[in-house]
């Protein structure tokens, strides 16, 4: 992942646009969360927190981490003020090594918007699924596969397909994948769509 790039945006990444679109991310996620016994929550890639706070009432514990630095930090000022006592931002990257990032599991796991930048993201998300409770719930909201993107360090979006199959392949049930937002100019300045997938591990 390239983690210079969010060292380096992450003083102005709040802008109107990515505040815009965490709250449709939200919003999405939210129905997902809605009258669930639901406890802790690992915002995987959480970033400078933009989805965690407008989800945050479900959980009595949340852990936002991140492998960006600069993001930790300023998600961390904003938890401070804010007073969010349940909420702590830690740095970390699954992918960086075979050590633990966290001392615990959870009964949620979200990556929104982190698996495009990831490198690797089946890797990814089988570490991942070590953090994950029995009976815990995986939410993933990334783009669409997108033949008008490229980049080299970034996944032009995902295949439905291929996400609901790899989900499978890590033992999950329950699994839903489906486009929930069309919008203009929001993957790499192209028209893209959004897809929510969820998945249950037993
Ligand atoms: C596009 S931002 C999304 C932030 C937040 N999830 C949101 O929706 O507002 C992607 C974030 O994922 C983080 N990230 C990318 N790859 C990562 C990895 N392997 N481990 C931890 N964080 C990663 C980046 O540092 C960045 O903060």
């Given amino acids: 992942m390239n983690q210079s790039k969010f060292n380096q945006i992450a003083q102005n990444y709040d802008n109107d646009e990515r505040i815009k679109l965490a709250e449709i ?3 999405g996620v939210n ?3 809605e009258n669930q016994p ?3 929550l690992l915002d995987y890639g959480g970033g400078t927190g933009l ?3 407008n ?3 479900h959980f009595n514990h949340i852990t936002i981490l991140d492998a960006s630095t600069k993001m930790v930090e300023i998600c961390d000022t904003k938890i401070q003020k804010l007073s969010k006592k349940h909420i702590e931002a830690i740095k970390g990257d699954a992918l960086a090594s075979n050590q633990t990032i966290v001392d615990q599991s959870y009964d949620v796991i979200i990556l929104s918007l982190v698996l495009l930048h990831s490198g690797n993201y089946k890797e990814l998300l089988q570490r991942l699924t070590a953090y994950l409770k029995k009976d815990g719930l995986i939410i993933i909201v990334d783009f669409d596969k997108n033949k008008n993107v ?3 360090k970034v996944y032009n979006g995902f295949a439905q397909d291929d996400i609901s199959s790899e989900l499978f392949k890590l033992g999950l049930s329950n699994i839903n994948v489906q486009t929930f937002y069309h919008g203009q ?3 790499m300045n192209k028209d893209a769509s959004l897809f ?3 998945g249950q591990f037993k």
């Fill in 31 to 33: 129905t997902l969360l």
């Fill in 51 to 53: 989805v965690t706070f």
């Fill in 150 to 152: 490229y980049h080299p």
């Fill in 196 to 198: 929510i997938a969820s």
């Fill in 185 to 187: 100019n929001i993957f």
């Fill in 55 to 57: 989800i945050e009432h």
């Fill in 25 to 27: 991310i939200s919003l």
């Fill in 38 to 40: 639901y406890q802790s």
